[in-house]
């Protein structure tokens, strides 16, 4: 099976902009999770979606959110980017119920200038 | 709050020696479950090994076992014969029901010395 897939692999942006960033699950997963990484918080947690619906939240901005289509594939968005936004976003899938483990993607490493 | 420690930034492993990276977290569920996930330089964050609390016996996989201790609430991570390969971030996790997040330690960078 293909595993977890992110687009697109690097972005940069500017202050005040908005981002999409798309995650595609590996096959059969209904679960999608979202984290952000950086060198000083380290790995946070964003949101997960399952079934098209958001189901757990971390304790982000409400600039940050997300989606999640029928095919299950799904797309984070940051609107009014931040100097602080910059981080690697990764995305991990899972087939869905508690406790099944969770499979990352390569990340989509977000620069704002 | 569930957290997690890793109290090691960073190790240091000859070539075909055995290393281990410490983990401990703090909880008070009962069913949970840990985690050791290795990233690379490329960034992909990988599995490496999977730990069920309420299985007594440790997991392994090939090279790499762990060593849990509920009750002191440890997870170590025990490499053996090490490989340039394994040069890597390593991330403990872990996932409990009522979140279903995983929650890292803020990782272990190892380097595997020829």
């Known amino acids: 099976k293909a595993g977890v897939t992110q687009t697109p692999r690097y972005l940069i942006k500017t202050r005040g902009q908005q981002v999409t960033l798309s995650c595609s699950p590996i096959s059969g997963h209904r679960s999608v999770s979202w984290y952000q990484q950086t060198p000083g918080q380290g790995l946070q947690f964003l949101f997960e979606?399952?079934?098209?619906?958001?189901?757990n939240k971390g304790n982000f901005p409400g600039r940050f959110s997300g989606r999640q289509f029928s095919n299950s594939r799904s797309e984070m968005n940051v609107s009014t980017l931040e100097l602080g936004d910059s981080a690697l976003y990764l995305c991990a899938s899972s087939l869905g119920g508690f406790p099944d483990t969770q499979y990352f993607g390569p990340g989509t490493r977000l620069t704002v200038l | 709050a569930q957290t997690v420690t890793q109290s090691q930034p960073e190790m240091s492993v000859q070539e075909a020696e055995t290393v281990t990276l410490s983990c401990t977290y703090d909880?008070?569920?009962?069913?949970?479950?840990l985690f050791w996930y290795k990233q690379p330089p490329s960034r992909q964050m990988i599995l490496v090994i999977r730990q069920e609390a309420y299985k007594q016996q440790n997991a392994t996989e090939n090279r790499f076992s762990v060593n849990f201790q509920k009750a002191a609430k440890s997870f170590s991570l025990k490499i053996s014969d090490s490989q340039l390969g394994d040069a890597a971030m390593y991330f403990c996790a872990y996932l409990y029901g009522s979140q279903g997040n995983l929650i890292f330690g803020k990782g272990t960078k190892l380097s595997v010395k020829p």
């Open positions: 909880t008070s569920e009962s069913d949970y479950y």
């Open positions: 979606y399952f079934s098209e619906t958001q189901r």
